[in-house]
């Protein structure tokens, strides 16, 4: 578990695993991409928010969403996943949402290079959503299922940043660092790996930029 400060309060960061990370924040519950294949969603809370990134069956779950999801909870993700799923808040890139002043941004995430055997990106652009979540200026950014791509040069000041790392879908070694040489975030977390040499990386990472990991 990581904790920060923000001026909307402390928040707790847990890593559950693959690309679902949990947020608890002034009694609220919040959490990205379940997917029961990495733990059991029945031993957590029911959540106040779940965002989801694309509809990937690793990321849009709806066995692991059945327990963590009540009457209240509001569920953020894309047109893609609002067609599969009852209930969901649109957001697409660009647009906000605010959530008991919390504000949350969709953002982009798509392949430019990585494609698959019949020649398509794995994640075409438009189609999958990062997330940022702007806690009164601390900002915690989701990259979702991504490369490096032109648009994590507008991001502004990120606190942490949680970005894939996994080929072929996302991120290489070399790419997780250039995205974090690009972004320059405070503490940065991989997420979404099949296989991590968490001390090649932090050797490569900026001295001023933290890593931290499940």
């Known amino acids: 578990m990581a904790k920060f400060v923000t001026p909307l309060g402390n ?15 002034n009694g609220h519950k919040i959490i990205t991409d379940p997917y029961g294949e990495i733990a059991d969603y029945t031993k957590l809370p029911v959540m ?20 963590i999801t009540g009457d209240n909870t509001v569920i953020i993700s894309t047109p893609a996943v609002a067609k599969i799923l009852k209930g969901v808040r649109i957001l ?61 040069r507008n991001l502004g000041t990120i606190d942490v940043a949680f970005l894939p790392k996994n080929l072929p879908f996302t991120m290489s070694d070399d790419m997780f660092i250039d995205a974090v040489n690009v972004i320059k975030p405070h503490n940065v977390c991989p997420y979404h790996y099949f296989n991590l040499d968490v001390n090649a990386l932090k050797k490569r990472l900026p001295k001023e930029v933290k890593m931290f990991v499940k």
Not at 11 to 25: F, K, L, Q
Not at 48 to 67: F, Q
Request: charged letters at 20%; glycine letters at 10%.
């Open 11 to 25: 928040i707790n960061v847990t890593i559950i695993g693959h690309a679902s990370v949990m947020i608890d924040w």
């Open 48 to 67: 106040d928010l779940i965002l989801i990134t694309h509809d990937h069956y690793d990321h849009l779950d709806p066995v692991a969403l059945r327990p």
């Open 92 to 152: 697409r890139q660009g647009e906000t949402h605010e959530f008991f002043g919390v504000h949350i941004t969709a953002t982009y995430a798509y392949n430019i290079n990585q494609r698959n055997e019949n020649g398509e990106l794995f994640h075409p652009k438009g189609v999958g959503n990062g997330y940022l979540l702007n806690f009164g200026g601390f900002k915690l950014y989701f990259a979702g299922d991504t490369e490096l791509i032109p648009e994590m």
